[in-house]
């Protein structure tokens, strides 16, 4: 099993991000998905998470701003992230829990100037 992200990079605060996480080994059709982001010296903290049917769930300092899906079809998580604020930067994982085992990807590193 495979996860691998992409789509980071930097912006202007109030600018857009579309992340993807390409999955492989495993049909994410099954699983719910997570992402979560981290600064350098603080805790990985949840962005957003789907789960087996679709129903997203957001953290509050997102809500509003950023959108989680899936596509199937594509094996495919996605995070797209409107109006952005400086205090989004961090770095991105999705993460894939199974019954037995959980999935992280490498990390995109997002970064939001003021």
């Known amino acids: 099993v495979q996860l691998v992200e992409s789509g980071g990079g930097l912006v202007q605060s109030g600018g857009s991000l579309r992340l993807s996480c390409a999955v492989s080994?495993?049909?994410?059709?099954?699983?719910?998905m997570t992402w979560y982001r981290q600064i350098p010296g603080k805790q990985r903290e949840l962005v957003a998470l789907?789960?087996?049917?679709?129903?997203?769930t957001y953290a509050n300092s997102v809500k509003g701003r950023f959108t989680i899906s899936r596509d199937t079809a594509r094996n495919t998580l996605f995070l797209q992230m409107n109006n952005l604020k400086p205090e989004d930067t961090a770095v991105y994982y999705c993460?894939?829990?199974?019954?037995?085992?959980?999935?992280w990807g490498q990390g995109t590193q997002v970064t939001v100037s003021s």
């Open positions: 080994g495993i049909n994410l059709r099954w699983y719910g």
């Open positions: 789907v789960d087996i049917g679709d129903i997203p």
């Open positions: 993460n894939l829990p199974t019954d037995t085992h959980e999935y």
